[in-house]
């Protein structure tokens, strides 16, 4: 079962740019973890450099993008996925993958994430989660829990929270899954799980932005940040028994929350009608 | 019989259905089991023993009839309980990597999942069965009816009539999943007689790639006691997550605020501080050959 791919111990160096690193997330950023993660089944994959093709938004989150060594193309604010379906359709043999944050995804690009899981293209969606629009000083996002401080809500959150899962499932994505990013090779897991399925695949990475969310919600260090990670999962998995500063207030489910490979991947329906279309002439 | 998992899977439910359903045959029942770990993600197992007089509730090392695995790698740690040659051996194939606080923290134990695969362990065993029940649950509307369908597998082996199969499963479910719990034990049951008849549905349905033969690379490369750990100093953002991470407390901060490995000696080359530093600035190497390759 295991072939050749899989036997080269993975090397996260060998899928960087080097030259840009030290990269500019700040110290404990969860943002760097994902994409240990994220390179880490890529390289499990054994997909080649040349075949993998990196879109990401504006943000913390859509940066980190930039510092992997492959075709990677930043673009602009709310619309990697935009990109991304017109870059899948004009090249399908690429692997593309979306690295997006919650503000990307869900606030300004929130039309174009439910409409990419409608279509079901087979593209990745990785939205790192670290409830706050961490790039432009912390303001309020879609993913804010309740009562939390940030520059927009200095009273605390009295907004309801977006569940990114159920609503990428409820528009039709057909691999939907969650993990933090203190379970790294679980979450590596995931990742490999929803890049090798064949249509729309969104996984939320729940991530820490430790410097200014962390910070302005006197959440702890770092590393206490990375522990209490476990609180947001499952409670039948993990009791948050470590520090008693919950990083979320709801736990939420991890693993992979949905799978259907019974729906068309867009793409290649696309192609079958323009086929269908020319043959008739 | 032996029924084990991890927290959470529903191994106590299993044993529960089982003991009452021998109850039912008119066999005398014993049961124990130990969870003491099943809150943090650990390892459950559950002891049942039916006849017409049980004197133990415990069953010894190869003196077990049936061993239900829920979980692949518990599968594995228990396999040695079957009785040789003769002991029916069926599991989920389903992998759930156990939280850093239940991996063995030994020198060179295997700091990741267990290596051996479905198709490895049927060949040695005569009477097993490794299917995918999880996924298959899933796929059926609800992945913890996992458990019951592997029931349906069981119920195959035992001479219980299917009825009170239901009607025990039915009573020990949340009431609101008796539907999918008894269309999970029917499906088991029907794969059961499908591998009996044909043997390679079973392996069609191990062929599924996806998820699972990648966890098996995190074990990886090692070579007997190496470790050395590679900090790259001009990536450190002093962040601390390594230090504070680290099971065995052997990193720090040094004057500089960089991380240093204080004491080599105790460092096992589990990699937490590499899959957790943020910066990437940690490699661990459990090969020495890769070292020379990076220097
Ligand atoms: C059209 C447009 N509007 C607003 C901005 C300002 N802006 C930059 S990043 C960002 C929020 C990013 O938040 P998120 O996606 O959660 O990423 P994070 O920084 O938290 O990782 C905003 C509003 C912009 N760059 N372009
Ligand atoms: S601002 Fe927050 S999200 Fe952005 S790099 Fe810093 S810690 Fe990470
Ligand atoms: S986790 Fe990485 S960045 Fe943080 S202190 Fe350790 S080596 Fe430095
Ligand atoms: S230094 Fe790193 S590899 Fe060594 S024991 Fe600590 S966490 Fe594990
Ligand atoms: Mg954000």
Redesign the interface.
């Given at each position: 079962?295991?072939d050749a791919k899989?036997?080269t111990?993975?090397?996260?160096?060998q899928y960087?740019r080097q030259e840009l690193?030290?990269?500019f997330?700040?110290?404990?950023?969860?943002?760097?973890?994902a994409?240990?993660a994220l390179l880490w089944?890529v390289h499990?994959?054994g997909i080649e450099k040349d075949n993998l093709a990196i879109v990401s938004g504006i943000g913390c989150a859509g940066r980190t993008g930039a510092y992997i060594d492959a075709n990677t193309f930043h673009t602009t604010h709310g619309r990697p996925l935009a990109f991304a379906t017109g870059l899948k359709l004009a090249r399908p043999d690429l692997e593309v993958i979306v690295i997006t944050g919650d503000g990307d995804c869900l606030a300004i690009g929130g039309n174009h994430l439910i409409h990419a899981a409608r279509r079901n293209l087979d593209i990745t969606c990785l939205m790192l989660n670290n409830e706050v629009y961490g790039m432009t000083g912390g303001q309020v996002s879609p993913t804010t829990s309740e009562d939390r401080y940030t520059t927009t809500t200095p009273l605390g959150n009295t907004e309801a929270v977006f569940d990114a899962c159920k609503l990428a499932e409820g528009a039709g994505a057909t691999f939907v899954g969650r993990e933090v990013?203190?379970?790294?090779?679980?979450l590596?897991?995931?990742i490999?799980?929803g890049i090798?399925?064949d249509g729309f695949a969104f996984i939320e990475v729940i991530s820490d932005c430790?410097e200014i969310y962390g910070r302005k919600n006197d959440l702890g260090?770092?590393?206490?940040m990375?522990?209490s990670q476990?609180s947001a999962m499952?409670p039948?998995?993990?009791?948050n028994n470590i520090i008693d500063r919950p990083f979320r207030p709801n736990a939420l489910p991890t693993g992979?929350l949905a799978?259907d490979k019974t729906r068309p991947e867009y793409g290649a329906a696309y192609r079958a009608s323009i086929k269908a279309q020319q043959t008739k002439k | 019989m032996i029924i084990v998992g991890v927290?959470?899977q529903g191994v106590i439910m299993v044993s529960k259905v089982l003991a009452t359903i021998c109850q039912m045959q008119g066999h005398q029942v014993k049961q124990s089991e130990v969870h003491g770990m099943a809150?943090?993600?650990g390892g459950v197992f559950s002891h049942v023993r039916f006849g017409e007089k049980v004197w133990s509730p415990t069953i010894p090392k190869g003196g077990a009839d049936v061993l239900l695995a829920l979980e692949w790698a518990e599968a594995m740690r228990w396999i040695n309980h079957l009785r040789p040659g003769k002991g029916i051996f069926i599991s989920d194939t389903q992998h759930i990597?156990p939280?850093f606080a239940c991996r063995s923290r030994q020198r060179n134990a295997d700091a990741?999942y267990t290596r051996e695969?479905p198709?490895e362990i049927l060949e040695q065993i005569q009477d097993g069965y490794a299917m995918d029940a999880t996924?298959m649950a899933?796929d059926l509307g609800n992945e913890r009816a996992a458990n019951t369908m592997l029931l349906g597998v069981l119920s195959t082996a035992l001479d219980f009539p299917a009825e009170d199969w239901r009607d025990v499963i039915s009573r020990f479910v949340p009431p609101k999943t008796v539907d999918i719990n008894i269309k999970a034990f029917d499906h088991g049951r029907e794969w059961a007689e499908l591998v009996h008849e044909n043997p390679d549905h079973a392996a069609e349905q191990l062929r599924r790639?996806?998820?699972a033969?990648?966890?098996?690379?995190?074990a990886?490369?090692h070579d007997g006691d190496f470790v050395q750990l590679d900090i790259n100093v001009?990536?450190c953002?002093?962040?601390?997550?390594c230090?504070?991470?680290c099971p065995e407390r052997c990193l720090k901060l040094d004057d500089q605020l960089k991380a240093v490995l204080h004491k080599p000696e105790l460092c096992t080359g589990c990699r937490i501080c590499e899959?957790?530093?943020?910066?990437?600035?940690i490699?661990v190497h459990?090969?020495p050959a890769?070292v020379k390759a990076?220097a």
């Open positions: 079962m295991t899989q036997q111990p993975f090397d996260v160096l960087l690193m030290p990269h997330l700040c110290p404990g950023c969860g943002h760097g973890i994409l240990r089944a499990e994959l990013t203190v379970q790294t090779p679980t590596k897991n995931l490999l799980g090798a399925h430790t260090s770092s590393a206490e990375i522990l476990k499952r039948e998995t993990f009791e992979v799978h | 927290g959470g809150k943090r993600g990597m939280p990741a695969t198709h996924t899933r790639p996806e998820i033969p990648a966890l098996l690379s995190e990886g490369e001009d990536w953002k002093s962040c601390d997550i230090v504070k991470m899959w957790l530093c943020p910066d990437l600035a490699t459990r090969d890769n990076s």
